[in-house]
């Protein structure tokens, strides 16, 4: 390249770089280094710009063309070319100055592996007996070792660059997954082995090979040669080396042969390098000695020479001293100190695996149990829980146990410790310090804290389990112990305790140990089996009900604290003697009629409110689990409880109505039909009444109802105009009395709630197959049926209400009343900017202005709607009741999304979830080609056109919104919602269909997938749907439709040329618009693999498909289809097929030479795979599972 033309190119370059640069301009200069890229001299211009002569950045750019032609056109340059390329990188590699940039070593690091991956020993194809020609070592880079070698020798900074070269290796081979590397992976692991391993212990364990022996540099291979460089480095000071060099083994410990470090004692290289004060290169000794005590060992003696020793006393003690002395101060974390302690500690656990093999005479296992303990204590959360899988897996065999049993008693004491509620405490508490450090938003916090709680609570009720004889005493003691202190008093005593303070955390902790404990004897009674079980039984159950006892004794006045100690009695019924029973339900429906307090605000009657309610949810639980306990007293409950009634609300007493039904319909009594029918059908009557059934008529009545017209009336006299700002409109007594009314009125307007509670209470959890359900089912089905058409219809009035169209005609002020009650105000943890305070403060200051009605109103009706939905889903829990009402699938979509304007995101998310997803799920099989071919092409159709919508609007605000906090919440919210609504939406197609390595289908999946693959009609809005959603920019749901799609696939295809035709068309442009985009990284796999069924079972059908495949890929020319074809038929299974075609994506799409960009991906996929290596299970719950007490009564059970 002349002088000239390097000129306008450093010119380019510096436009492109420079801030003050134009957009035109910049455009200008990078379309001219793109027509640089192009050219046929490129390769020799990269060579020649990448020379020292150069600049740095003019360097960079020639080796981005080096890095082009590799990428782009390997596979079309003649044996010479690919020579010269790869002779120009040994070149420049040498060439390398002392003061040139880390990235530019990086660079050349990246293009010598590129080569590398390519063509290293494509000489080993020949026969193992036949020594390849000097052509074939020649064009298969049989030098590179010696190569590498010369760059270890020449200086300091080309060693380096050494380093980088086989980490780099190493990691694409072993690691990652690379395309390239994939379809070389046995010449590729052969030649690893052979420069790494020395040839004394390659002879010992391999036969010889003349070919591979001709690949080698040293006899003593690289393992050997970096231990003693390390070993040198830690002598002379030298931490830059040690970082490399660790980063280097990091690659490299996990796959040789075990007896290799043995032989080379890595492993006290390694402890010296842990002590060296230099924080990286702890952490990367760390990190080192995590994949060395996690690894598979060839022989015994090996894991014995490595781990066995770690686990002797001075091993243990080591470990001690260096975790003892880290100090981390919750008011000034150092990062990488922290971050030392969090893989010091994995480190730590992860020797765990090794416990049952270490050989017990030389293991002091005591201290080594002493050490992971003092981690589960650390007040850094974090830290505590990578401990906590490792306790509960040892708690749950004889074998394990036996291991740990000295340690026990600790550990039940540090997990009693540990059981709190952490989200409750103020930001200053200790753990909420590292919290805040260790998560990003509310939310990932929220997620961890739960999984937190639940591990801890399992060690508390495996270990009780164990340890029966001593657990209900321990922890009598501790809750004499706390009440008896002043924190406990205080917690006892107070009516209103401080949420954020001790005495309420603390007694919260001392009741869900109660719990944890209770469930842990439970357990026991179902997992012992020795001979003296029956003796040991009374005097547990003895101890049992003198704890109950005790606990009926503490006279708690904190609501919030009796509501959770009110849910942990039930937990005692399974152990107690009916005596004792009664006592807590006498207890129970004594706080379900605890005092509302005087001149209370809204806040605190709803404290009250939901202890009233939640001890009436008690109740029936205890309904559930002991009927047949209770029936020799239901007449005495049905005479308290109607005497109860008139102190109760009447959403409350519906509740205890439910309990009695309960009872009656699972007792072995006599009179169940008698006893059903006085519940049940004056709330099934209701439905009938005039008054409701002229509310359901017609909207206008329909707000009426609602109290709509006396709201408006009110608004007159006060003279409110439309538009109002109602929050700066305070109430008057007026205002509060009408308030009053209304609140009254409005949980009775409407039977939804009575009627779900008292259908799903009675048939929770009873097998379709026994005698109690058949009754229940023949008893409800000729009441529900008449009353399905009234429940759709208050369905379809709710929606209605939620349209602007249906207000027109309306008086101004009652249009507007309408639109302030339908909007919806809720706090998001994680998304919502707005403080939970803040936003709490000012819902209660609208408690006190006219805006109160508006939220009110729009509270109940979507309140209304929710249990609408919930109504809905119980009612098809009932066999085939539902399913064969006449056109039911007509009427229920239409209740649904008839008036679908004005549903919001919140209320799809719920009417997916709650209703739709149940109607699938429970659908007979026998009546899925009626129900579901009605069905399925509307709700595919409108979902389909709901997220394209939608997700086009996102697109254009996350562009153009104004980011003020207000529009920039609301938008992130929106968003929000749009991402849970899109997985209800996955979720729910699952239910149809099932999806890729999931559980046995059902028979109502089986037949719906029948009728998908033999209705076009239904399979056609599916997969238009399915193929929409792969490409939204949410990477969570492209994967998982991936996966519906590869669970379908191939019994769709070749069945049907317009269907093969619109897959060719319209899947393939998907699945390659994901492939093309990094940010669908994690569903590439899914993607290659459903794009390679999808190619080789349409290409059989002419070239339609290869044509189509080419018109989708930016740059693809004949010849990259024809090697990507050539490619397909030499590959030996489904992954190389795979692989091909990634390979064929990597060639053809547009290259970016951000190589920040490039390292931070490629980081980003190293850690994501050691995560998933170090998880011993998802330490995060879904956070779009739904868990509300609406849709589950009784919770989840235990497992």
């Given at each position: 390249m002349d002088n000239n033309a390097v000129l306008k190119l450093v010119n380019a370059l510096e436009l492109i770089h420079s801030p003050r640069t134009s957009n035109s301009e910049r455009q200008e200069a990078q379309s001219f280094l793109e027509q640089v890229k192009k050219q046929e001299e490129s390769p020799l211009w990269g060579y020649e710009l990448a020379l020292p002569t150069q600049s740095a950045i003019v360097r960079h750019f020639g080796l981005a063309l080096l890095q082009n032609s590799i990428n782009r056109e390997w596979d079309n340059y003649d044996q010479e070319k690919k020579l010269a390329i790869r002779n120009w990188i040994v070149d420049l590699s040498l060439k390398l100055l002392p003061e040139d940039p880390h990235y530019l070593r990086e660079k050349l690091a990246f293009l010598w592996v590129a080569v590398a991956k390519r063509c290293w020993g494509s000489y080993l194809s020949s026969q193992d007996d036949e020594l390849a020609n000097s052509r074939d070592f020649a064009e298969g880079w049989s030098s590179m070792d010696q190569d590498i070698y010369k760059l270890f020798q020449n200086g300091p900074h080309t060693r380096e660059l050494s380093l980088i070269i086989y980490r780099t290796l190493f990691e694409d081979v072993y690691v990652l997954e690379d395309s390239i590397t994939s379809r070389r992976n046995g010449v590729l692991n052969s030649l690893c082995t052979q420069v790494l391993l020395p040839n004394a212990l390659l002879n010992e364990i391999y036969e010889k090979n003349a070919n591979l022996e001709q690949s080698k540099a040293t006899t003593e291979g690289w393992f050997l040669i970096w231990q003693e460089l390390l070993n040198e480095s830690i002598r002379n000071g030298d931490e830059r080396t040690i970082i490399k060099v660790l980063e280097t083994f990091k690659t490299c410990l996990n796959w040789p042969y075990s007896s290799l470090l043995t032989k080379s004692q890595i492993f006290k290289s390694l402890l010296d390098t842990v002590l060296v004060s230099n924080i990286r290169v702890k952490i990367l000794s760390v990190d080192c000695l995590y994949i060395l005590f996690t690894r598979s060992f060839n022989e015994d003696e090996d894991l014995e020479h490595i781990v066995g020793s770690i686990f002797k006393t001075e091993g243990i003690q080591l470990l001690a001293n260096i975790y003892n002395s880290i100090q981390n101060d919750p008011d000034d974390i150092d990062d990488e100190i922290y971050a030392f302690t969090k893989k010091l500690t994995e480190m730590i656990v992860g020797l765990s695996e090794h416990l049952t093999k270490v050989k017990d005479i030389e293991s002091d296992i005591p201290a080594y149990l002493r050490l992971v303990l003092s981690t589960t204590s650390s007040p850094s959360l974090t830290i505590s829980g990578i401990s906590l899988n490792f306790w509960g897996h040892m708690l749950r065999e004889d074998d394990t146990i036996q291991i740990i049993d000295s340690i026990i008693p600790d550990l039940l004491e540090v997990a009693a410790s540990k059981l709190l509620n952490y989200g409750d405490f103020n930001e200053d508490h200790i753990s909420q310090k590292f919290l805040q450090l260790d998560f990003d938003s509310q939310s990932e916090t929220f997620s961890f804290l739960s999984q937190y709680k639940r591990l801890v609570d399992d060690i508390i009720r495996l270990i009780v389990c164990i340890k029966f004889d001593i657990g209900i005493e321990w922890l009598s003691n501790r809750l004499g112990y706390f009440f008896s202190s002043e924190i406990g008093s205080q917690a006892i005593s107070s009516p209103k305790l401080d949420y954020h303070g001790e005495a309420f955390i603390l007694g919260m902790s001392q009741i869900e140990i109660v719990e944890a404990s209770v469930r842990g004897i439970v357990r026991w009674k179902i997992y012992y089996r020795n001979a003296d079980y029956d003796a040991r039984l009374e005097v547990l159950l003895h101890q049992v009900e003198e704890l109950a006892e005790k606990l009926l004794n503490v006279e708690i006045k904190d609501p919030v604290l009796l509501k959770r100690l009110g849910q942990t009695f039930v937990q005692f019924t399974p152990l107690l003697k009916d005596h004792m029973i009664f006592k807590i339900i006498e207890r129970l429906l004594t706080l379900s009629t605890f005092p509302y307090p005087e001149n209370a605000n809204d806040d605190e009657t709803?404290?009250?409110?939901?202890?009233?309610?939640?001890?009436?949810?008690?109740?029936?639980?205890?309904?559930?689990?002991?009927?047949?306990?209770?029936?020799?007293?239901?007449?005495?409950?049905?005479?308290?409880?109607?005497?109860?009634?008139?102190?109760?609300?009447?959403?409350?007493?519906?509740?205890?109505?439910?309990?009695?039904?309960?009872?009656?319909?699972?007792?072995?009594?006599?009179?169940?039909?008698?006893?059903?029918?006085?519940?049940?059908?004056?709330?099934?009557?209701?439905?009938?009444?005039?008054?409701?059934?002229?509310?359901?008529?017609?909207?206008?009545?329909?707000?009426?109802?609602?109290?709509?017209?006396?709201?408006?009336?009110?608004?007159?006299?006060?003279?409110?105009?439309?538009?109002?700002?109602?929050?700066?409109?305070?109430?008057?007594?007026?205002?509060?009395?009408?308030?009053?009314?209304?609140?009254?009125?409005?949980?009775?307007?409407?039977?939804?709630?009575?009627?779900?509670?008292?259908?799903?209470?009675?048939?929770?959890?009873?097998?379709?197959?026994?005698?109690?359900?058949?009754?229940?089912?023949?008893?409800?089905?000729?009441?529900?049926?008449?009353?399905?058409?009234?429940?759709?219809?208050?369905?379809?009035?709710?929606?209605?209400?939620?349209?602007?169209?249906?207000?027109?005609?309306?008086?101004?002020?009652?249009?507007?009343?309408?639109?302030?009650?339908?909007?919806?105000?809720?706090?998001?943890?994680?998304?919502?900017?707005?403080?939970?305070?803040?936003?709490?403060?000012?819902?209660?200051?609208?408690?006190?202005?006219?805006?109160?009605?508006?939220?009110?109103?729009?509270?109940?009706?979507?309140?209304?709607?929710?249990?609408?939905?919930?109504?809905?889903?119980?009612?098809?829990?009932?066999?085939?009741?539902?399913?064969?009402?006449?056109?039911?699938?007509?009427?229920?979509?239409?209740?649904?999304?008839?008036?679908?304007?004005?549903?919001?995101?919140?209320?799809?998310?719920?009417?997916?979830?709650?209703?739709?997803?149940?109607?699938?799920?429970?659908?007979?099989?026998?009546?899925?080609?009626?129900?579901?071919?009605?069905?399925?092409?509307?709700?595919?159709?409108?979902?389909?056109?709901?997220?394209?919508?939608?997700?086009?609007?996102?697109?254009?605000?996350?562009?153009?919104?104004?980011?003020?906090?207000?529009?920039?919440?609301?938008?992130?919210?929106?968003?929000?919602?749009?991402?849970?609504?899109?997985?209800?939406?996955?979720?729910?197609?699952?239910?149809?269909?099932?999806?890729?390595?999931?559980?046995?289908?059902?028979?109502?999946?089986?037949?719906?997938?029948?009728?998908?693959?033999?209705?076009?009609?239904?399979?056609?809005?599916?997969?238009?749907?399915?193929?929409?959603?792969?490409?939204?920019?949410?990477?969570?749901?492209?994967?998982?439709?991936?996966?519906?799609?590869?669970?379908?696939?191939?019994?769709?295809?070749?069945?049907?040329?317009?269907?093969?035709?619109?897959?060719?068309?319209?899947?393939?442009?998907?699945?390659?618009?994901?492939?093309?985009?990094?940010?669908?990284?994690?569903?590439?796999?899914?993607?290659?693999?459903?794009?390679?069924?999808?190619?080789?079972?349409?290409?059989?059908?002419?070239?339609?498909?290869?044509?189509?495949?080419?018109?989708?890929?930016?740059?693809?020319?004949?010849?990259?289809?024809?090697?990507?074809?050539?490619?397909?038929?030499?590959?030996?299974?489904?992954?190389?097929?795979?692989?091909?075609?990634?390979?064929?994506?990597?060639?053809?799409?547009?290259?970016?030479?951000?190589?920040?960009?490039?390292?931070?991906?490629?980081?980003?996929?190293?850690?994501?795979?050691?995560?998933?290596?170090?998880?011993?299970?998802?330490?995060?719950?879904?956070?779009?599972?739904?868990?509300?007490?609406?849709?589950?009564?009784?919770?989840?059970?235990?497992?």
């Open positions: 709803n404290v009250v409110k939901d202890l009233r309610t939640s001890c009436a949810t008690e109740l029936n639980r205890i309904a559930f689990l002991i009927p047949d306990r209770l029936k020799n007293i239901l007449d005495d409950l049905e005479r308290v409880i109607e005497s109860l009634i008139p102190k109760l609300l009447p959403t409350e007493a519906v509740t205890f109505k439910a309990f009695l039904l309960v009872v009656s319909q699972r007792a072995s009594i006599q009179n169940k039909d008698e006893k059903f029918v006085k519940i049940v059908e004056p709330e099934i009557a209701a439905w009938t009444n005039p008054d409701t059934m002229k509310g359901l008529s017609d909207l206008q009545w329909f707000m009426e109802r609602l109290g709509i017209v006396k709201i408006a009336d009110y608004f007159k006299t006060r003279n409110i105009s439309p538009g109002a700002s109602l929050i700066n409109t305070p109430m008057d007594e007026e205002g509060l009395k009408l308030k009053a009314e209304l609140k009254n009125r409005w949980p009775v307007i409407f039977p939804a709630r009575s009627t779900r509670l008292l259908l799903q209470y009675s048939i929770e959890k009873l097998p379709h197959d026994t005698p109690e359900y058949k009754n229940l089912l023949k008893l409800w089905a000729p009441r529900v049926t008449p009353i399905v058409p009234h429940i759709l219809q208050l369905l379809y009035q709710i929606q209605a209400y939620h349209n602007p169209e249906n207000w027109k005609g309306l008086p101004d002020v009652v249009q507007s009343f309408v639109k302030d009650s339908t909007v919806e105000r809720f706090w998001q943890m994680g998304v919502s900017i707005q403080s939970r305070d803040s936003f709490l403060e000012e819902s209660e200051k609208a408690m006190n202005t006219l805006r109160d009605f508006a939220d009110s109103v729009g509270h109940i009706v979507r309140y209304t709607r929710e249990y609408v939905f919930l109504t809905i889903s119980s009612i098809c829990q009932l066999e085939d009741t539902f399913y064969t009402i006449p056109n039911i699938a007509n009427t229920f979509w239409r209740a649904a999304t008839g008036e679908k304007v004005g549903i919001t995101l919140h209320s799809w998310k719920h009417m997916i979830n709650i209703s739709l997803r149940a109607v699938i799920k429970n659908c007979p099989p026998s009546n899925v080609n009626d129900f579901m071919g009605q069905l399925l092409p509307q709700m595919f159709n409108t979902l389909d056109e709901l997220l394209i919508n939608k997700w086009e609007k996102v697109y254009i605000s996350g562009l153009t919104f104004d980011e003020n906090d207000d529009q920039l919440s609301e938008e992130m919210m929106e968003e929000h919602l749009l991402r849970q609504v899109t997985h209800v939406t996955i979720r729910l197609l699952v239910d149809c269909v099932g999806q890729y390595g999931y559980k046995s289908l059902t028979d109502t999946q089986k037949a719906i997938r029948k009728l998908l693959f033999s209705n076009k009609d239904v399979l056609a809005p599916f997969l238009n749907l399915t193929s929409h959603i792969i490409m939204l920019k949410d990477s969570r749901s492209s994967f998982n439709v991936l996966l519906i799609l590869r669970a379908v696939l191939n019994d769709i295809l070749l069945k049907d040329d317009e269907v093969d035709k619109f897959l060719c068309e319209n899947l393939t442009k998907s699945l390659v618009y994901v492939l093309m985009d990094d940010f669908y990284r994690e569903a590439h796999t899914d993607a290659g693999y459903l794009l390679t069924a999808l190619y080789i079972n349409l290409r059989v059908r002419g070239n339609y498909m290869s044509t189509v495949l080419k018109s989708y890929l930016p740059n693809a020319t004949d010849d990259h289809i024809s090697r990507y074809e050539t490619a397909l038929a030499e590959s030996k299974n489904l992954k190389e097929q795979r692989n091909a075609v990634l390979d064929l994506i990597q060639q053809v799409k547009d290259e970016d030479h951000d190589d920040e960009k490039f390292k931070k991906n490629r980081n980003a996929q190293l850690e994501s795979i050691a995560k998933k290596k170090k998880a011993e299970s998802d330490m995060m719950n879904d956070p779009f599972t739904e868990n509300s007490a609406l849709g589950n009564l009784f919770g989840g059970e235990e497992q």
